[in-house]
């Protein structure tokens, strides 16, 4: 078989059930799924029986490790010669499987990643989060577009590796601190074909509160640091936008309350920077709430991106 399908699970029955479903439903036939319970207290176990009829499963149950050597324990019993990671909380378009065959095949690809998005049945919120992680305005959109697909570094939601990549390199050196973008930076110098497949996107179903979400954006910014401990050029003048972003808010309340220097073209940039996110999120979920709300959670990711990557390099600085 071409595919083996990895999901790492940690208590998400409901999500397993909806994503298994989804891969019940693919076009392209013939693959298997390994999925990996990492000591999971609420098991899938139950729900993966229900598929035991449509889907070619291997279930294994092993103790709390972390996503990363979960995926690294499924690849080891994989039978597939191409491996397709997925986290638990996606879901996949009947022709996700077909379509990114096609892509491996026509572009002699090693390993790929894939964008994610909000389905058209997602909450408000969740389709406000999918825009803070996807949009121009947030993250510059290279989640999901790029002019060179190479540059692209695959997230452990939606990225995969031949069989003989997984032999030549090992898989995830971290459990669960940037380890994806750790592997896809050692993929490609190892002189493997890693890029974007654009098409090959998931529905991703994100933190479903605010406090979930800003706390996840902290850990993101967190483990840019951490993947510069292996890979010091992991670290870009654009992974300081965020910073730079919430150093701009800060000195704008400060400019309000104590000097009101300059204060009028201050908030005239946030205000057009606020207002293009408004419109822009209205215009794609063709919904005024929703632009309202990424509103809210862009601030969010920006801040709490910003101020975790601060952390983690003060404190990487601090230990020596």
């Known amino acids: ?13 409901s999500e397993v059930f909806e994503l298994l479903t989804s891969l019940s439903h693919q076009t392209h036939k013939g693959f298997e799924v390994v999925l990996v319970e990492d000591g999971s207290t609420t098991k899938a176990d139950q729900v993966v029986s229900r598929f035991d009829s449509e889907l070619s499963i291997q279930y294994f149950f092993q103790e709390n490790q972390g996503q990363g050597f979960a995926r690294n324990f499924g690849m080891t019993e994989a039978k597939g010669d ?38 058209s049945d997602f909450s408000n919120l969740q389709k406000a989060m999918d825009f803070a992680m996807t949009s121009f305005w947030t993250t510059g959109g290279i989640r999901g577009k790029l002019k060179d697909p190479s540059k692209y570094q695959a997230r452990g939601f939606n990225m995969g590796v031949s069989r003989r990549v997984f032999a030549a390199l090992g898989g ?9 973008i750790e592997w896809s930076i050692r ?23 605010l406090g979930s ?22 670290i870009k003048l654009v992974h300081w936008m965020p910073t730079f ?9 400060a400019n309000a309350v104590f000097f009101q220097i300059f204060l009028i073209p201050q908030v005239l940039v946030l205000g ?9 999120a ?11 709300l990424a509103l809210v959670t862009s601030i969010i990711q920006l801040c709490c991106y910003g101020a975790g990557l601060v952390f983690e390099f003060v404190r990487k600085l601090t230990k020596g």
């Open 1 to 13: 078989m071409f595919f083996s399908v990895i999901i790492p699970v940690y208590n998400r029955p």
């Open 82 to 119: 191409f491996f397709v990671i997925l986290d638990s909380d996606v879901i996949l378009p009947p022709d996700y499987l077909s379509v990114l065959e096609k892509a491996i095949q026509e572009r002699d690809l090693d390993a790929f990643g894939g964008p994610d998005a909000a389905a």
């Open 172 to 180: 995830f050196v971290d459990p669960n601190r940037g380890e994806d």
């Open 187 to 209: 993929i490609k110098k190892a002189g493997f074909r890693l890029e974007l497949v654009e098409e090959a996107f998931v529905y991703h179903k994100r933190k479903n509160t």
């Open 213 to 234: 979400f800003a706390r996840q954006a902290f850990s993101f910014g967190r483990n840019r640091v951490n993947v510069s401990r292996f890979h010091p050029e992991a």
């Open 245 to 253: 972003f919430g150093l701009f808010l800060v000195s704008l309340l």
């Open 272 to 280: 057009a920077w606020g207002a293009m996110v408004i419109w822009t």
């Open 282 to 292: 209205s215009w794609k979920y063709q919904s005024i709430l929703v632009g309202d």
